[in-house]
């Protein structure tokens, strides 16, 4: 007879019984299931527990600060921020292939890790959001011969990252892996995890880097990210969130003529991709009300410098993708 309440004391036992005085380290990324886990742990471990969380930019406008803050403030969790803006730009420059983008991202990001958990450290354990379907599914984790554990290989917050260097092979704390996504938002509720994270859209690990077709620079991270902002913050108070699956904004590195004032523009269009979802294998794109989109696109092209024009992708998934790359 399974209850979140049940499960939660279960888990916390079992954590604490597998883990001792020892040390673990979680890279939290800001979704459900890292924030899930983050509070599970803190409860039964409290300060053993180092989160940490990796800025790569290329996240949302205010969400590392909004994360971080919300950690300590509110949940008294304290996490350590890690700066890597600049060394992950740095590694983009020139790359427009998009498999490309995720290899350097998620090579970058082991390597941040690395550092990190090396200065940070040591650690015995690492844990992981991983849910059952990822269980079921990944090749991310190998079984030590000697002990029968379950060792972790690949850091999966961010799935495309690369493979951890042989030295870097944390046993690992997966208290979620029994879950459904599901029943991971109510774990999260249950421990007092706010809606705001446990309803949030999901986002792509590699983030913006994505949602920049054709080379990242950072003023075009600028442009779209300010773009994004915009249809965030109509879309929440739309009271519509919930309708999509996902919102958000592409940026495309094509030019077009327009008009502003007197004066002739040639700048960049911005391209939004609302849909709906169950699941994200399939998605259809959203019906949303003209107002929604004329207000949205109003205003982009009025505050965002550098785009002159907004165009609604009207591509079901399959035979498109949700992100654009
Ligand atoms: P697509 O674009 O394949 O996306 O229709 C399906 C879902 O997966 C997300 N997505 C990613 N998530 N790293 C992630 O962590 C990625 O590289 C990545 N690519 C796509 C996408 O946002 C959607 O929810």
Redesign the pocket.
């Known amino acids: 007879n399974w209850t979140t309440e049940a499960f939660v004391d279960e888990a916390i036992r079992e954590v604490r019984a597998r883990v001792g005085d020892k040390r673990v380290l979680l890279a939290l990324s800001g979704g459900v299931d890292s924030s899930t886990l983050a509070f599970l742990l803190h409860r039964a471990i409290g300060d053993q527990l180092t989160c940490m969380f990796i800025d790569q930019g290329f996240m949302r406008k205010n969400e590392p600060e909004r994360l971080v803050k919300l950690f300590k403030e509110q949940f008294h969790i304290e996490v350590e921020y890690v700066n890597a803006r600049d060394r992950f730009l740095e590694k983009l420059q020139g790359v427009t292939d998009p498999e490309e983008k ?1 290899k350097r991202i998620g090579h970058e990001f082991i390597r941040v890790f690395e550092a990190e958990s090396t200065r940070l450290g040591p650690f015995d354990y690492l844990a992981q959001g991983t849910l059952y379907p990822d269980v079921i599914e990944s090749a991310d984790t190998n079984v030590d011969p000697k002990t029968g554990e379950r060792v972790a290989v690949k850091i999966k917050s ?3 990252v690369g493979g951890l260097p042989k030295n870097l092979q944390f046993k690992l704390v997966e208290p979620l892996r029994k879950l459904f996504k599901d029943e991971v938002r109510n774990v999260g509720r249950s421990l007092g995890l706010p809606e705001e994270i446990v309803r949030r859209h ?5 983030g913006l880097a ?1 949602r920049i077709i054709g080379e990242v620079t950072k003023e075009r991270l600028k442009i779209l990210r300010n773009a994004d902002y915009i249809v965030r913050q109509e879309i929440n108070q739309s009271g519509k969130y919930h309708d999509f ?2 919102a958000f904004a592409v940026l495309l590195p094509v030019r077009s003529v327009g008009v502003m004032g007197d004066q002739r523009t040639y700048a960049f269009p911005v391209v939004l991709r609302l849909v709906s ?1 169950e699941d ?2 399939t ?1 259809d794109w959203s019906r949303a009300p003209y107002d929604l989109l004329e207000k949205i696109s109003n205003r982009i092209v009025n505050e965002v410098k550098g785009v002159n024009r907004v165009v609604y992708d009207i591509t079901s ?1 399959p035979p ?5 790359e």
Do not use: D, L, V, Y
């Not at 999901?202 to 590699?206: H, L, R, S, V």
């Not at 498109?320 to 654009?324: F, P, Q, R, S």
């Open positions: 995720r961010h799935h495309n999901p986002f792509p690990g590699p994505i699956w996902q979802s994200g294998m998605a998934k498109g993708t949700i992100e654009w």
